[in-house]
């Protein structure tokens, strides 16, 4: 068992259900700090759900999660999901604001200071590999990969713990989805952040996580380094996945 | 949310007294029916007052008997002239025929008081050409009795009642049948002397236009429409005196031609009723409006009643959609709410208004409100409910509380259909606002109505015009502010949506 420290989320025993069906049970699971943590899974297994588990969006119907060693807070969340960054599926730009008010408006509402939203602003720019042009393009000005990099860096602004991204490359072409893959790592080996990344696509997983938690059938059925558990695959759909991937 | 709910409050609490200010006035207040007897009759009342020294505040063009009584009653007006048949009948509602006396003691309960008759009566009379007359010596009904040959047309009303001609007709032992015509028809038809005897009334403009002889009702079948001057009894005793001014001088003739003046000769009611003073010794310095100055006058007021309602319609359905936007069930149930209001025809909603807020701008100004409602909430709940529910979860996602969300995110995106929701509605306002002036609320509708009650097409197409162009200017101007307000490309994507809602 890991300690609080090394452990960016601890699901204990945790249960959630929709409606009268359990999504699923049982599950315990320790993210690990600095690292990114890939969940997969078939659709409907309940990957996006652990995201929501740990960000405070729902509360488990059994048992516990905690977030850097603290339990998810049940009131005035909002606090506490800014320390936590979230990018989806498609980059979920806001459509009247430019890229710049994209990036910074949780920061300008939180009140820093204008010289520190302008530094951090031209740092993720850099890192993430966009012109400083851009800054007062619209989304829809924006290529598909420009605009997933913008999803990172408002995802990034706030000087996040950890970060959650719920199938972010998803519904981009091949070759873009790569660049953008490329650019995640490095930026995350660089800012050592802890990332939980659900996804659907084995080789994604193999690419970006260090860590894999897969889920099938209302549980988690396999998890551990991304290493060991492609070597061993364990439910037969991932040695499916795993024997058409490779 | 809390402080806009409050501050909406607080603009329509601002806006309620600063209306209820301005109707409270020293000056007297004197009303009229849409009609144009009516307004010389108010008009000679409000010019006496004048040339007293009082101020005077004109309420003519009152859409009906009931409303313009129900003011007096309230003291909103505080003179008119009325008829003792319709007070015996639609005030008092009496089966039986009242005495002059008997009126005057039922409205003194109700805080009335009558002043002398006028003289005249407007009542039912027949009339035939008056070579005709000079033909047959016919001055009385009781003598149709020795012309058989004569060609009785009537109006339809008037041969179908049952108090109509059929009762006349035993109780003057008549024996012509008659056949149902035009009214406007039957005047031509008499000039060319294709019939001989029609119904009119005693004080009709076209007695003197189309050289008519007015037979007598020497039997008394008719009930008695003598002209009778109500005031508030309370009004001071020298006032009550001057508006005694025409007490008994208008014989039927006397009415007849000033309507003809102002009907067919299309002078100003003010100025035929300035010229009758005169002949009374009262000198009114009381000039007509010219037509420039009531138009400026009546498009002020017409866009003061449109302003005040669609501002105070905007800020209580902004709030409410806001307030509910996220309670499927609540927002629907208000929906249909501000749907069946939208359902009352426009007309009727004005009327009933009146006993709630009485006559004048506010009343309208209530019903603008409330008509303007729906197509704002409408529109605005269902753009806060359409936004790309993506966008929604990744502000939540992202650690934008509600109000954050709702601020930066869902009301900047539905803007353009809330805008067409607010354009409608104003568009709604211009139209309705037109019959504000039946309940004394001024605006357009006074010219459009004035050009209907006097047959004048130039001051129908005036008003009517003056209201387009309104419309049309404020269309222009949603569309500036749409531009300023709405990035454009925001304004593409939502015009799909936003033109289903518009219709």
Redesign the interface.
């Known amino acids: 068992m890991r300690s609080d420290i090394e452990c960016c989320a601890r699901l204990a025993g945790v249960g959630k259900r929709l409606g009268n069906r359990w999504i699923f049970r049982d599950v315990d699971a320790e993210l690990p700090a600095g690292e990114v943590t890939a969940v997969i899974g078939a659709s409907g297994s309940g990957k996006t759900t652990i995201l929501?588990l740990i960000?405070g969006?729902y509360a488990p119907d059994e048992g516990s999660v905690k977030v850097l060693g603290e339990p998810v807070p049940d009131h005035d969340?909002?606090?506490?999901?800014?320390n936590?960054?979230?990018a989806?599926?498609?980059a979920?730009l806001?459509?009247?604001m430019t890229v710049a008010e994209n990036i910074t408006?949780?920061a300008k509402?939180e009140g820093w200071p204008h010289e520190r939203i302008a530094k951090r602003l031209d740092d993720l720019l850099e890192l993430t590999d966009l012109a400083k042009e851009l800054k007062t393009r619209?989304p829809?000005e924006l290529s598909g990969g420009q605009q997933h990099r913008v999803s990172l860096c408002?995802?990034l602004m706030?000087e996040p713990q950890v970060l959650?991204l719920d199938e972010p490359f998803s519904a981009i072409d091949a070759i873009t989805r790569r660049e953008i893959q490329d650019a995640f790592r490095v930026l995350q080996q660089q800012l050592q952040i802890s990332a939980v990344l659900v996804t659907h696509d084995i080789q994604e997983a193999a690419r970006l996580a260090q860590y894999l938690l897969v889920l099938a059938e209302g549980a988690v059925v396999q998890k551990g380094p991304t290493q060991a558990v492609l070597d061993d695959p364990e439910p037969t759909f991932l040695k499916n996945l795993v024997s058409t991937a490779s | 949310m809390k402080p806009l709910l409050l501050g909406a409050l607080a603009m329509v609490l601002a806006l309620v007294v600063a209306i209820a200010g301005c109707s409270r006035t020293e000056t007297y207040v004197i009303g009229s029916k849409l009609h144009t007897e009516q307004h010389i009759l108010a008009e000679v009342l409000a010019q006496t007052l004048e040339s007293a020294g009082y101020q005077v505040d004109r309420k003519l063009n009152l859409g009906g008997t009931k409303i313009v009584f129900n003011a007096l009653a309230t003291g909103e007006v505080h003179a008119y002239v009325e008829y003792s048949g319709t007070i015996q009948e639609v005030i008092l509602k009496s089966s039986r025929t009242l005495s002059l006396q008997e009126i005057s003691a039922d409205l003194a309960e109700q805080g009335i008081e009558t002043l002398e008759p006028l003289g005249f009566n407007n009542s039912y009379a027949f009339g035939i050409h008056e070579d005709l007359a000079k033909e047959t010596n016919l001055t009385k009904i009781s003598e149709l009795r020795d012309h058989p040959e004569l060609r009785f047309y009537f109006s339809h009303e008037f041969l179908e009642r049952e108090d109509g001609y059929p009762s006349l007709k035993r109780h003057y032992g008549l024996t012509q049948d008659a056949d149902g015509i035009e009214h406007a028809l039957a005047l031509r038809a008499i000039v060319e002397q294709e019939i001989d005897v029609t119904d009119l009334y005693t004080t009709d403009a076209e007695i003197e236009h189309f050289d008519l002889k007015v037979l007598e009702d020497d039997l008394q079948f008719f009930p008695k429409y003598l002209a009778l001057p109500l005031v508030r009894a309370d009004l001071p005793v020298e006032v009550k005196q001057l508006l005694n001014v025409a007490a008994n001088s208008l014989t039927d003739a006397a009415m007849a031609n000033l309507n003809y003046q102002v009907h067919i000769e299309q002078q100003p009611a003010a100025t035929v009723a300035r010229n009758f003073l005169a002949t009374l010794n009262v000198k009114s310095n009381y000039v007509a409006e010219t037509i420039g100055d009531k138009l400026i006058d009546r498009t002020l007021e017409h866009l003061f009643l449109a302003a005040v309602a669609l501002l105070a319609a905007t800020t209580i359905a902004l709030t409410i959609s806001i307030a509910v936007y996220s309670q499927p069930s609540l927002s629907k149930a208000i929906a249909y709410g501000a749907g069946l209001l939208q359902t009352i025809p426009s007309l009727a909603l004005l009327a009933l208004m009146v006993p709630l807020f009485g006559i004048g701008k506010l009343p309208a100004i209530v019903a603008l409100f409330l008509y303007s409602l729906l197509p704002i909430i409408r529109t605005t709940v269902t753009a806060l409910t359409t936004v790309d529910p993506i966008l929604v979860q990744v502000a939540d996602g992202m650690g934008y509380t509600r109000g954050q969300t709702l601020r930066y995110i869902q009301i900047p995106l539905s803007l353009p259909a809330i805008l067409a929701g607010i354009r409608i509605s104003a568009i709604i306002c211009i139209g309705t606002a037109t019959l504000a002036a039946f309940i004394g609320g001024g605006g357009l509708g006074d010219l459009i109505f004035q050009g209907l009650q006097l047959d004048d097409t130039r001051l129908i197409v005036i008003g009517a015009g003056a209201a387009a162009l309104m419309a049309i200017v404020v269309e222009l101007m949603f569309e500036t502010i749409e531009k300023f307000v709405v990035p454009g490309h925001i304004a593409a994507l939502a015009k799909v949506s936003g033109n289903q809602l518009a219709t």
């Not at chain 1, 969340?77 to 800014?82: L, N, W």
């Open positions: 929501r960000n969006l969340q909002y606090a506490f999901r800014r936590i960054g979230y989806v599926q498609g979920g806001f459509p009247h408006k949780l509402l619209f829809y408002r995802a706030l959650l």
